[in-house]
């Protein structure tokens, strides 16, 4: 790994992807990035899944906002002068995201409104499997189509399931496809043939055996004023899944020294191989593979004057040294079988545990810092 290796990908970069396992700091990892970027000069946005409660509160998020919190200059350039760089981090709300959608791709904004104070269109939207995924999907995209900001940092779900949001318009598209929807749409004339007639007449006396004539009525005109959105959908599923797989892009992998941790970021790395995505490289998260370690305290036995107690307490000190020594240690070992093999262009730094520093927006600034240096 180079020096500097993960500032120039902040530096050069529109996107960066960050995957990784549960509880390993991938939310906080994509803060301070965001907050490196933003005070080296880049306009950033942060789009995040469900951060901790102690980290919304220190980055003053509001649940379920909808638009970007915006981080006053004041907290962001606390430590010197105000720079040109500007952070907002946005926690993630599906509704909100599909309903802009909508009113996005309808063909006119009398159908947007038809949809969306529909009464079925809550139940659509949070049931429909995809939409959650989908609505990641569709953020991004559209905060890269806008170019409001230079660098978008997206905090994917803490599971296998990070990369659904490359799939789920797809998946959502399968859902509403034009086949499916006609089935529920105005009947057709003649040109529909007496074949599909069949099928519409199945789909009504099937439904309304169920849920009776008046609610499946209902339900027939609701999905079939989707039917002007697929175009849209498909277009913007094709356009992100180019800019994912462009130069613009990186995936960066989030990991803790954690046995299971790792074996999630191999699972990663590999996938993004099959993928065909760009991998940019590893994060060893809440990791002592770092020289602030104890220094050796044996020194300080001159000191005690022959005193027990403070040899007690010297020799007491030793052995936790040593057992630091000894973790600190097995990390370096961890972050040297990450590096090895890595392709060209690819970094492994490690990244501290924040803990208690997180309470205030300034640990973000410090943790920022020490990842940019790597």
Same mark, same amino acid.
């Given at each position: 790994m180079s020096t500097g290796a993960?500032?120039?990908?902040?530096?050069?970069?529109r996107i960066v992807v960050l995957c990784g396992?549960?509880?390993?700091?991938?939310?906080t990892t994509a803060a301070a990035l965001g907050v490196a970027a933003a005070r080296a000069g880049r306009r950033v946005l942060v789009l995040t899944i469900d951060p901790a409660r102690r980290l919304a509160e220190t980055m003053g998020l509001q649940e379920s906002g909808s638009e970007p919190t915006s981080i006053p200059p004041e907290r962001l350039f606390a430590d010197g002068p105000w720079g040109p760089g500007l952070l907002d981090v946005w926690m993630l709300d599906p509704r909100a995201i599909f309903e802009r959608m909508v009113h996005q791709l309808a063909p006119t904004p009398e159908a947007a409104r038809a949809i969306v104070d529909h009464r079925l269109y809550r139940f659509l939207s949070e049931l429909v499997a995809g939409v959650q995924e989908y609505a990641a999907a569709e953020a991004l995209d559209a905060f890269l189509t806008d170019g409001r900001y230079e660098f978008i940092l997206?905090?994917?779900?803490?599971?296998?399931? +990070? $990369?659904?949001?490359?799939?789920?318009?797809? @998946?959502? /598209?399968?859902?509403?496809?034009?086949?499916?929807?006609? !089935?529920?749409?105005?009947?057709?004339?003649?040109?529909g043939g007496r074949l599909w007639h069949g099928a519409q007449a199945?789909?009504?006396?099937?439904?309304a055996?169920?849920?009776?004539?008046?609610?499946?009525?209902e339900m027939r005109g609701f999905i079939g004023a989707f039917g002007g959105l697929f175009s849209g959908m498909r277009l913007h599923t094709e356009r992100l899944h180019q800019r994912l797989a462009s130069p613009d892009a990186a995936f960066l992998l989030v990991t803790s020294p954690e046995p299971a941790s790792l074996r999630e970021a191999t699972w990663f790395r590999e996938t993004l191989a099959a993928r065909r995505l760009p991998f940019a490289g590893y994060v060893l998260n809440r990791s002592w593979a770092h020289d602030d370690v104890l220094?050796?305290?044996? +020194? $300080?036995?001159?000191?005690?004057?022959?005193? @027990?107690? /403070?040899?007690?307490?010297?020799?007491?000190?030793?052995? !936790?040294?040593?057992v630091e020594q000894e973790r600190a240690q097995a990390h370096r070992d961890v972050l040297d079988r990450l590096t090895r093999?890595?392709?060209?262009?690819?970094?492994?730094v490690a990244a501290p545990d924040a803990g208690a520093e997180l309470e205030e927006f300034s640990g973000l600034v410090r943790l920022g810092d020490a990842l940019a240096a790597g």
């Open positions: 993960l500032r120039r990908l902040l530096r050069d970069k396992a549960g509880g390993v700091g991938k939310t997206l905090d994917t779900p803490p599971s296998r399931h +990070a $990369l659904d949001f490359l799939d789920a318009p797809g @998946r959502l /598209a399968r859902f509403l496809d034009e086949r499916i929807v006609s !089935l529920f749409g105005p009947k057709k004339g003649a040109r199945v789909v009504d006396r099937v439904l055996g169920i849920f009776g004539a008046g609610f499946t009525q220094a050796a305290p044996e +020194a $300080l036995l001159e000191h005690t004057g022959g005193d @027990r107690h /403070a040899e007690h307490a010297v020799a007491a000190l030793a052995r !936790l040294a040593a093999h890595l392709p060209s262009g690819t970094l492994a």
